[in-house]
């Protein structure tokens, strides 16, 4: 057995990242990495009880991958691995290495999916992961940033599918050693010497001159982002903890609470907006001109967002919402503007004094006279807050509750007899509260389709 096997093998099993039954997508190149991740799991297939695949991905930038599609499934087909290809054709050559490493991911999980593997495993090395901590540092990053490459992520966070990354333990010279020693060829993609790409720049130019003074620079750099990594893990964890405290999750929309978000600490706030962008955006890519983006429209009050909301958001654009007017069904439910409104009748309990949730409303059903209609705002609307004596203009209760001039129009106000009952997510009405003396109780609930 190899030392260089050995030494991923362990990687593997300190990381996790390989346990029986998993079917494998090998994402190969033809490259000198890919090419040894490949040998390396048909060793590893005769110790672990696993199924592999593999996948290329065709770029459509150089002649040379036509051959490279070639070899990729000649390497395939000789040890009877089963060969996926797909496709991608990039129009706009802006921040191209960015855009090509997120549809090279969509593509590789769609194969994935198709071929009913749960984890895609790709060639980055030590090397790559060095370069990568590089790379963010030169930008102006933070802490997460400096951890570099993770050895397992969600690329997509909703899928289930992962992403493996078994050589980060192993340097590129080591591979290539390997791969000479034992005669296995491989392919050499002569863009990795193009100096208009910014890793190039660093892998080429960059790292030599810096190991001229370190010769352990690679795994110093290795090693600190490794520290970094364990710190990282325990603030995501916390993080998600706050998140969940002060988010409500309804369908496709997330709304937060403005009071709570604002009394955090800027580094928690920063997290807390780049949890909401990772799952509006079902993408694990976020950057730092995007959380300030999120943390100062929450800091001037914006609760609610979706991807509708996020474009708006990130293109500085507005939407004029048109007035609408709806007669809600009770019981029933009904449906419009890709919401649903649903009511019917409760028994009152003490559980209802202590509801947190603010689509969801309950009134005190004899104080209901006539239909209830559901409509957005208008000039002069009053009404009595929860715990109030006197009425309060609406729009003097939406400015203080920071809720932006934008989506002021979108709020749902629900309307009885001439009166506000609800200020759908934020307030009920005093006049239509449910008490210990309430005999009937109507539910109201809102839901996004």
């Known amino acids: 057995m190899s030392n260089i096997f050995k030494k991923v093998e362990k990687f593997i099993e300190k990381e996790k ?22 040998h390396f799991f048909i060793y590893f297939l005769e110790r672990k009880d696993i199924e592999i695949k593999i996948a290329y991905i065709h770029h459509h930038l150089r002649k040379e991958a036509d051959r490279e599609v070639e070899f990729v499934k000649n390497l395939a087909y000789s040890y009877g691995i089963e060969f996926f290809k797909d496709d991608i054709k990039i129009e706009k050559k802006v921040n191209i290495e960015k855009v090509l490493r997120e ?29 990568t901590v ?50 296995i060829e491989y392919l050499v993609d002569r863009s990795n010497f193009s100096l208009s790409f910014f890793r190039n720049k660093v892998r080429n130019e960059l790292i030599p001159f810096f190991t001229k003074y370190n010769s352990s620079l690679k795994k110093q750099i290795s090693k600190m982002a490794s520290i970094i990594k364990e710190e ?107 919401v649903r409104v649903k009511t019917e009748f409760v028994e009152f309990s003490e559980d209802i004094f202590k509801n947190k949730d603010s689509f969801t409303g309950f009134f005190d059903w004899a104080k209901i006279n006539g239909e209830i209609i559901i409509r957005n705002r208008k000039e002069g609307d009053r009404f009595v807050p929860l715990g109030f004596k006197k009425e309060k203009k609406i729009s003097r209760f939406m400015i203080d509750k920071k809720i932006p001039k934008h989506e002021r129009d979108r709020v749902l106000i629900f309307e009885n007899n001439g009166k506000i009952m609800w200020i759908c997510g934020y307030q009920i009405s005093e006049e239509f509260k449910v008490e210990k003396s309430t005999f009937k109780v109507l539910k109201i609930t809102i839901e996004n389709l």
Request: aromatic content about 10%; some cysteine; hydrophobic content about 40%.
């Open 232 to 338: 990282e893990k325990f603030l995501r964890h916390y993080s998600e903890k706050i998140y969940e405290e002060i988010v409500q999750e309804k369908s496709d929309k997330i709304i937060v609470n403005v009071e709570k978000f604002n009394s955090l600490d800027i580094w928690l706030k920063r997290r807390i907006a780049g949890i909401i962008y990772k799952k509006v955006k079902n993408t694990f890519y976020i950057n730092y001109r995007i959380i300030e983006k999120i943390v100062n429209s929450i800091e001037k009050g914006k609760s609610i967002f979706d991807n509708e909301t996020i474009e708006q958001l990130l293109k500085n654009r507005k939407i004029e919402e048109e007035p609408f007017l709806y007669k809600l069904e009770v019981p029933g439910e009904i449906k419009f503007n890709k």
């Open 103 to 131: 549809k090279r991911y969509e593509k590789l999980y769609q194969i994935a999916y198709k071929t009913k593997c749960n984890k895609i495993a790709v060639g980055h090395t030590l090397d790559d992961n060095v370069e």
């Open 134 to 183: 590089i790379m963010n540092f030169l930008r102006g990053t933070g802490i997460s940033g400096l951890c570099g490459i993770w050895a397992l992520n969600k690329v997509i966070p909703k899928s289930d599918i992962v992403v493996i990354r078994p050589l980060l333990c192993v340097e590129k010279k080591d591979i290539v050693e390997y791969l000479k020693k034992n005669k």
């Open 17 to 38: 990242l390989v346990e029986d039954k998993d079917k494998i997508l090998l994402a190969v190149s033809g490259g000198p990495d890919s090419v040894f991740l490949f």
